[in-house]
Structure formats: C-alpha cells, structure tokens
C-alpha cells in the first residue's frame, strides 16, 4: 500500500483544513485507515480512524466534534475534514492503513498499522 497525504499548511485559529489521504497503490488493502499526528517533541497520536466493514468513524476526544473523516471509495480516498482549529492542533499528520479490520480497541495505537503516508504538516496560529 503506497499512502500519499496532503493538504496541510498555515492556519488560523478557528479556520479550517481537509487534509487527504490516497491509496496511491490502488490495493484495496485497506480495511482499517487511520489519522495520527505528532507534534514536536510528543508522541504519534492518535486522530480517529474509519474501517470499511462498517464506515462509521470513530475519534479521539481531543478532536470529536471538530474533526471528520471520510471515505471515497470509488477513488480510493481518505479525508479528514478539520474545522474550529486550535493552536493545539499544530503537528504533522499522517495517514495509515492496515488491510486488517482492526478491534476498536486497538485503533489507536500506531503499531497496528503496517503501511503510512509522508505526513503533511498543520500549522495553527494564536
């Protein structure tokens, strides 16, 4: 699986943001795609992750109610919709995916997935 994300860039406090994620591979090895983020000197967290057997997202609560991830299956293609940012949201994001249906316990852990994306970087302003 070849993930490629993009979209990121320079926000202010409140704008908004839809970041995208394409399965470059074309594979369908995707049963499971997640977003995550890292802020400087913090660890990868997790965002929300969606798993096609049901396509019905699920969030951190850190970003619930803000953000919102989509699927376009017809062109292979995860979103992630991000309104009222904050300054707290400033990371880079990334994409990934694993072709297991993962248990919605096990979502948020980074380990689980096999293949990422580059990363794109989102920079909120005070």
């Known amino acids: 699986v070849q993930l490629q994300a993009s979209g990121g860039g320079l926000m202010q406090t409140g704008g908004s943001l839809r970041l995208s994620c394409a399965d470059a591979?074309?594979?369908?090895?995707?049963?499971?795609m997640a977003w995550f983020r890292q802020a400087p000197g913090k660890e990868r967290e997790f965002v929300g992750a969606?798993?096609?057997?049901?396509?019905?997202?699920r969030y951190a609560g850190s970003v619930k109610g803000r953000f919102t991830i989509s699927l376009d299956k017809t062109k292979n293609m995860m979103y992630l919709q991000m309104n009222s940012l904050k300054p707290e949201d400033t990371a880079i994001y990334y994409c990934?995916?694993?072709?297991?249906?993962?248990?919605?316990?096990?979502?948020?852990?980074?380990?689980?997935?096999?293949?990422w994306g580059q990363g794109t970087l989102v920079t909120v302003s005070s």
């Open positions: 969606i798993r096609r057997r049901e396509f019905v997202p």
């Open positions: 591979g074309r594979t369908f090895s995707t049963n499971t």
């Open positions: 990934g995916a694993t072709p297991s249906t993962l248990i919605l316990s096990s979502l948020g852990n980074p380990r689980n997935y096999d293949s």
